[in-house]
Antibody, heavy 118, light 111 residues
Framework: EVQLLESGGGLVQPGGSLRVSCSAS????????MTWVRQAPGKALEWVST????????YYADSVKGRFTISRDNSYNTLYLQMNTLRADDTAIYYC???????????WGQGTLVTVSS | NFMLTQPHSVSESPGKTVTISCTRS????????VQWYQQRPGNSPTTMIY?????PSGVPDRFSGSIDSSSNSASLTISGLKTEDEADYYC??????????FGGGTKLTVL
């Protein structure tokens, strides 16, 4: 059974940093692209970033480019999102999602809430 | 870049059929695959349709997807509506730089 478990969310002040993680199991992690999608309270889904299976290719939404960094550790079946210079409008539930392709996901995690507020 | 526009809400009675549209603002809807996701209240999204019309295993065949080049739109059709189908539905596609684009979501009410 595919499982994606996000962690690391919490309250952070504007301008601060946070790293969220996604622990994967039930599939061959190193073979699938991984993606972060966020959802602000009461709002629609918003794509944040995608990383290829090997980790060599990364893609970012304009809203986070230069502030967020996606990475993965295929030895530990874990996906990361390092978020710097956080703003109030980054407040959202952050979901990780797995392949099967870079262009869309087949499974989603349960999400972790990131709140940016003073 | 392009936008995907969905109706804000739709409603229909149990047992009936409903169709949710997703219109692409520029470029052909047929250029890039469209996916559909269901998000029940308080839950994470689940993938219902991928590559325009393909159903993942486990998704009932009451759910179907299609595209229409004449209206430049994709559609999700749910037949034999059940109360459990009440959810938000999102369409998604991508552009040539692999950036994903989501529609604004449609709230389906089954009453």
């Amino acid at each position: 059974e595919v499982q994606l478990l996000e962690s690391g969310g919490g309250l952070v002040q504007p301008g601060g940093s946070l790293r969220v993680s996604c622990s994967a199991s039930g599939f061959t992690f190193e073979k699938d692209a991984m993606t972060w999608v966020r959802q602000a309270p009461g709002k629609a889904l918003e794509w944040v970033s995608t990383i290829s299976a090997s980790g060599r290719s990364t893609y970012y939404a304009d809203s986070v480019k230069g502030r967020f960094t996606i990475s993965r550790d295929n030895s530990y079946n874990t996906l990361y999102l390092q978020m710097n210079t956080l703003r109030a409008d980054d407040t959202a539930i952050y979901y990780c999602a797995k392949g099967p392709r870079i262009l869309y996901p087949d499974y989603w995690g349960q999400g972790t809430l990131v709140t940016v507020s003073s | 870049n392009f936008m995907l526009t969905q109706p804000h809400s739709v409603s229909e009675s149990p047992g009936k059929t409903v169709t949710i549209s997703c219109t692409r603002s520029s470029g052909s809807i047929a250029t890039n695959y469209v996916q559909w996701y269901q998000q029940r209240p308080g839950n994470s999204p689940t993938t219902m349709i991928y590559e325009d019309s393909q159903r993942p295993s486990g998704v009932p065949d009451r759910f179907s997807g299609s595209i229409d080049s004449s209206s430049n739109s994709a559609s999700l059709t749910i037949s034999g509506l059940k109360t459990e189908d009440e959810a938000d539905y999102y369409c998604q596609s991508y552009d040539s730089s692999f950036s994903w684009v989501f529609g604004g979501g449609t709230k389906l009410t089954v009453l």
